[in-house]
């Protein structure tokens, strides 16, 4: 089987793009053909036979011609749907799996997929993995800036993003992605999708508000690596790794760290982490990766999770109770599905710094607890990415 692989970034950024990369290389080993489409960038790591991607969109730079151009091209892009139908052509695939594309390559790429099967006369299922909430949600996230847990736009009112200032606090920034919404709506694009993969329960609540969605949903929570079940003696420390940010609750972290006594270790960077640094409990180790973050994981007493947005189905989490490490995780979005609440990890009220604090404390200060709870993790059965894969088959030829 072909399958193209379509995400805005083909380098390694976040979690989308460790997914896309994840799958394609199962996929192969399965006996696939897989190619990708993106923007052109320097850091890339896979692509097409074609050698060909869409002019990379920074947001955050670039020259102030391009910038003015870039509202029109976030909500429609002639460009990305022109090459894509290039790509298409060569590679000729049996599959067209989605990924995250709005704003830099638009849904443009599925009135591509679209538009080539007219001209081939070949029959393109075309499958989405939502990674976030933006097919509902213009800011991708289902929370205003003030921090508010927000669903107005779930039903198709995308102008509550304008309204809200939702992107980036900007009227600007917010009214254009109103008008995305709107835009693809009437054209009723997403219902062009034949089945949408929502790696979490949650998700799926959330995706369904969508009458075009309603239906084509599959729940499939995220794969784990390989790892040695490895027991070993906890040390006496909690560890959040990952994005200093104000939605992945390190705000709550850090309160958390004040009010505690226990030792906070912090692998990660980003907006927060002067804010971070500024409290005496935590140490900030930087940004780990490989074995080094493998070994602060596997020795941690628990890790820490504190996320006050939706979270889809954190890698974070699953990574961690398959090291044998209990996850102490906010009660909000896929994060519940992934713990045993008292067995893998204890939930808590998002938000709640002192609930937070209390819970780590627990955990830390009672090692036989810690280690029990470890035995639980490495119980803890979550699907290897060959049996991801075997099930992402079975959806591509239904």
């Known amino acids: 089987m072909k399958i193209l692989i379509v995400n805005k970034f083909l380098f390694p950024k976040g979690g989308s793009e460790t997914y896309i990369f994840k799958i394609g290389k199962q996929l192969e080993a399965l006996g696939n053909q897989v190619q990708y489409f993106g923007m052109s960038h320097k850091g890339n790591i896979v692509g097409n036979a074609l050698g060909v991607y869409t002019q990379d969109m920074d947001f955050h730079g670039g020259s102030v011609l391009s910038k003015l151009s870039y509202p029109v091209k976030t909500v429609y892009s002639k460009e990305a749907k022109k090459k894509m139908l290039a790509v298409l052509r060569d590679f000729q695939p049996d599959v067209v799996h989605l990924n995250n594309f709005n704003y830099q390559l638009t849904p443009s790429v599925i009135c591509a997929a679209k ?160 804010k971070l640094n500024a409290c005496p409990n935590i140490e900030n180790v930087g940004f780990k990766t490989g074995e080094e973050l493998e070994e602060l994981i596997r020795n941690a007493a628990c890790s820490v999770y504190p996320s006050v947005w939706y979270e889809n189905c954190p890698f974070s989490v699953m990574e961690s109770i398959s090291l044998g490490t209990p996850v102490i995780g906010a009660d909000i979005g896929g994060i519940p599905e992934l713990i045993d609440n008292g067995k893998t990890g204890f939930l808590f009220e998002p938000g709640n710094a002192a609930e937070l604090a209390e819970k780590v404390s627990l955990v830390i200060s009672n090692g036989a607890l810690s280690q029990q709870m470890s035995a639980e993790c490495f119980k803890k059965r979550f699907d290897s990415a060959e049996d991801y894969c075997k099930k992402l088959l079975e959806i591509y030829t239904r």
């Not at 538009?115 to 289902?142: F, W």
């Not at 949903?217 to 784990?224: E, I, L």
């Open 115 to 274: 538009e080539y099967e007219r001209q081939s006369g070949r029959r393109l299922k075309i499958v989405y993995t939502a990674h976030d909430y933006q097919l509902v949600c213009p800011n991708h996230m289902m929370l205003t800036p003030s921090g508010r847990i927000c669903a107005e736009c779930a039903g198709g009112s995308f102008f509550n993003c304008f309204l809200n200032s939702c992107i980036h606090s900007s009227r600007l920034k917010s009214l254009i992605g109103s008008a995305e919404g709107y835009y693809w709506k009437f054209r009723n694009v997403y219902s062009l999708i034949d089945a949408v993969i929502c790696p979490s329960a949650f998700m799926e609540s959330k995706l369904s508000l969508s009458p075009v969605l309603r239906g084509k949903t599959v729940v499939m929570h995220n794969f784990t690596q390989e790892t040695e079940k490895k027991p070993v003696k906890k040390q006496p420390y909690a560890l959040y790794f990952g994005r200093f940010s104000f939605e992945k609750g390190v705000d709550t972290l850090i309160e958390a760290a004040r009010v505690g006594n226990f030792r906070l270790v912090c692998a990660g960077s980003g907006e927060l982490e002067d």
